[in-house]
C-alpha cells in the first residue's frame, strides 16, 4: 500500500511540474493544481492517519490520532483553492491586455500570422 501511495504521489508531483513549465497560463494552473494535490495527500501520508480512532486523547479511547496533519491539509486546500482562483483571474486579465496566454511572453508562430 505503501508503495502504491508514494506512486501516486510521485505520478502527481511529475505531471505537476511537467504542467507548470508548460509555456500558456492553463496547463500551469492545472500543474499547480497537480502538486496541491500531491503535497495534501503527502500529508496525509506522513500524519499516519488512524481510521475509528478520535483525535483528542480521551482516558476512555485505546488511542488517538494525530490531529495535526488534517489540520494542516485543510489549510492547504483552502490556500490551495484561492491561489487558483487568483492565478486563473490574472491569467483571464493577462489574455484581455495582451491578446494571448503565454506566460514567458514569446508569441507562437501563428499568433504572430495574425
Do not use: W
Request: net charge negative; hydrophobic share 60%.
Amino acid at each position: 500500500m505503501e508503495a502504491l501511495i508514494a506512486l501516486i504521489v510521485g505520478v502527481l508531483t511529475a505531471c505537476g511540474v511537467f504542467l507548470a513549465l508548460r509555456g500558456q497560463t492553463f496547463p500551469v494552473v492545472l500543474g499547480l493544481t497537480f502538486l496541491s494535490y500531491a503535497v495534501n495527500l503527502f500529508l496525509f501520508v506522513m500524519g499516519r492517519l488512524a481510521i475509528g480512532v478520535p483525535p483528542v486523547i480521551n482516558a476512555a479511547a485505546q488511542g488517538y490520532t494525530d490531529p495535526l496533519p488534517q489540520a494542516l491539509v485543510l489549510t492547504a486546500i483552502v490556500i490551495s483553492f484561492g491561489m487558483t482562483a487568483f492565478v486563473i483571474v490574472l491569467a483571464l486579465k493577462a489574455r484581455a491586455e495582451l491578446g494571448n496566454d503565454h506566460v514567458d511572453g514569446l508569441h507562437s508562430e501563428e499568433d504572430a500570422a495574425r
